[in-house]
């Protein structure tokens, strides 16, 4: 059975052009002009983009005395109906837990998902069990792995351990990720904060200045220079985060910085809400900033200093952000977004003439599958890629919900803002999983994507190979040979 997208413009991260798309098995097996297939799906006025794919999220994550409401099922039927393809979620040991057992906890729940995936490894603690794993960690398809410089007390690694990480990184072709905000100061701040009486959302905000993040960035690239690795900044959120990444990569280094699409759009004066629900729902690190750092933001991805543009989705329920009453420590930080990313940054983004389509495809898929070392598997419209595409309509509109969302909680931190810009259709590997905003996706579809280490200068290195042959199914805790 083939399908063709008929009709469409195809828009990449280099062009844009005229011509069908065959599909057949799963992937792309004919671009052209006047082709035909078993079923026709009409692109009409559309543009045909790969299929987004989100390198930053938290699903059915164990945080802050909860689990993020999400899962892998709900989570990836979200992502599917905003255009987004593949997810890459963070598996998480807990302290003293081995890498391995973690991975096999990730590896179950991510049984559900209704699109492809993969998975960063944290490092929550370290010693030998750690660092030999990570070895066989890297075996089984895994070449990112994720550091929290906060949360102090729980997930938060101090520099010696980032320091020995990143030298294991750099042995093993991985790249390390970090969470940059200085934890200590942080800490000191809340402690502070919660003394004077300052207990509401809002303090939240006060005790992560735009400084933590900046003197976090920072300390991370001179340790990831010094250790002779890449590094990827999560959720960058201000001016001087990005400056401090801005100036890494003139100097030649590989730093890549991920804006999220909640930062972009979303303000500081959320904070300011007397509606304590209202805030409480838009805690995250790093908070939401003014607009002197999303005019940065925005600049970034303009100019290529910032690479990617993310959710980093955590979702919490109005009742578990409410464990925080009273102390706005306990309030578990995250925000929502897989569903909204693509159609907001189009609206916010394109067109609003910030970005341009091509840069747009560029920021929501083809940068972090180079990064990742997946492309032109992923994020590639190409004879031989994975048939993860969006069909684009760029006149559709509608204005976000919670009550039409496919998110399991409750609210909508985008709630009552236009979009326009959405997708016609969605496929994942070939398979039509949204028509024009109706769902219809399948539990258990989306297939673990293994990810080869980096060449020794920390560059990608090519997978073209693996367009043109069979690929076999892996799966994180088994590892399929040559793959
Ligand atoms: O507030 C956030 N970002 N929650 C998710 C965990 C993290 O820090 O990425
Ligand atoms: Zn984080
Ligand atoms: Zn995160």
Request: with cysteine; net charge negative.
């Amino acid at each position: 059975m083939s399908t063709v997208i008929k009709g469409g413009t195809i828009v990449t991260a280099d062009l844009s052009y005229s011509a069908d798309v065959l599909i057949e098995g799963g992937r792309i097996v004919q671009i052209g002009v006047g082709l035909t297939g078993d079923t026709v799906l009409d692109a009409t006025g559309c543009y045909v983009m790969p299929g987004g794919i989100d390198p930053h999220t938290h699903l059915e994550m164990p945080f802050m005395g909860t689990y993020s409401s999400d899962d892998f099922e709900s989570g990836t039927r979200g992502a599917l109906a905003g255009g987004t393809t593949m997810v890459v979620d963070f598996a998480l040991p807990a302290p003293g837990e081995g890498l391995l057992d973690a991975l096999k906890k990730w590896d179950n729940k991510a049984g559900r998902a209704c699109c492809d995936y993969s998975f960063h490894m944290a490092i929550t603690w370290w010693g030998e069990q750690v660092f030999n794993e990570m070895q066989a960690v890297t075996e089984r398809g895994i070449n990112t792995f994720k550091h929290f410089m906060a949360y102090k007390g729980s997930l938060m690694v101090n520099d010696e351990e980032l320091f020995a990480s990143f030298r294991r990184c750099a042995e093993l072709g991985a790249v390390p990720l970090v969470h940059a905000e200085n934890g200590d100061i942080v800490a000191s701040m809340s402690t502070r904060l919660l003394a004077e009486g300052n207990k509401g959302p809002e303090a939240h905000a006060y005790s992560r200045p735009s400084q933590v993040e900046g003197e976090a960035t920072n300390r991370a690239i001179m340790i990831a220079d010094m250790a002779g690795v890449p590094l990827y900044v999560v959720h960058t959120s201000c001016e001087e985060s990005h400056e401090a990444i801005r100036r890494a990569r003139m100097l030649g280094k590989r730093v890549w910085g991920e804006p999220l699409i909640q930062h972009l759009v979303l303000d500081e004066s959320e904070y300011a809400n007397p509606d304590w629900d209202h805030a409480a729902r838009r805690v995250m690190s790093p908070p939401f900033r003014d607009k002197r750092h999303q005019d940065s933001l925005w600049a970034g991805l303009a100019s290529g200093s910032l690479s990617c543009v993310a959710t980093d989705h955590c979702a919490f329920t109005t009742e578990q952000k409410r464990f925080g009453i009273g102390d706005f420590t306990k309030i578990p930080n995250g925000t929502g977004g897989l569903e909204e990313r693509m159609p907001m940054l189009w609206t916010t983004g394109v067109r609003t003439g910030r970005l341009t389509p091509n840069e747009f495809v560029g920021v929501t898929s083809t940068n972090i599958a180079k990064i990742l070392n997946i492309y032109p598997q992923k994020g590639a419209v190409l004879v031989g890629a994975d048939a993860d595409l969006v069909v684009w309509d760029p006149e559709a509109r509608k204005v976000i919900t919670a009550s039409a969302q496919q998110s399991a909680i409750d609210y909508n931190v985008f709630e009552g803002r236009e979009v326009v810009g959405l997708p016609r259709f969605t496929l994942t590997r070939g398979v039509v999983a949204v028509t024009e905003g109706k769902v219809d996706t399948h539990e258990g579809h989306g297939r673990f994507v293994a990810r080869q280490p980096r060449g020794a200068v920390g560059q990608a290195l090519s997978t073209w190979k693996a367009l043109t042959e069979p690929r076999p199914v892996p799966r994180a805790g088994i590892p399929a040979s040559g793959v």
